[in-house]
């Protein structure tokens, strides 16, 4: 099973990014499997900023990140995406994609069964 995140990148504040997630492995169930996206930033712990359930009909966001991300995913084409907008400099670290079989969204790390090698977001001020 293979997460692949990517679409990081260096923007200024106020700019947009778009992630990408794509799942690849015949054992990984990502239609019916939940996907979230976290994030640690240098000398931080690894934290929640959003999940979708198996369908996309439920999502859960981080206080943090409301009403300026969101998360989207397309089941035939096994991919999670994120969508950033207005980007502020706390929004710099490492963003991890990750899944979830047991399909509904859930904001705790260990809730995830896989987890993506991560994609850089740096935003400058």
């Known amino acids: 099973v293979q997460l692949q995140a990517s679409g990081g990148g260096l923007v200024q504040a106020g700019g947009s990014l778009r992630l990408s997630c794509a799942a690849s492995?015949?054992?990984?169930?990502?239609?019916?499997?939940?996907m979230g996206w976290f994030r640690q930033a240098p000398g931080k712990e690894r934290e929640f900023v959003v999940a979708?359930?198996?369908?996309?009909?439920?999502?859960v966001y981080a206080d943090s990140v409301k009403g300026r991300f969101a998360i989207s995913r397309d089941n035939v084409e096994n991919t999670v995406y994120l969508q950033m907008n207005s980007l502020k400099p706390d929004d710099t670290a490492v963003y991890y994609c990750a899944g979830n079989i047991g399909g509904v969204v859930k904001t705790t790390p260990t809730y995830y069964n896989y987890w993506g090698q991560g994609t850089l977001v740096t935003v400058s001020s």
């Open positions: 492995g015949r054992t990984f169930p990502f239609s019916s499997s939940a």
């Open positions: 979708i359930a198996w369908s996309g009909g439920s999502t």
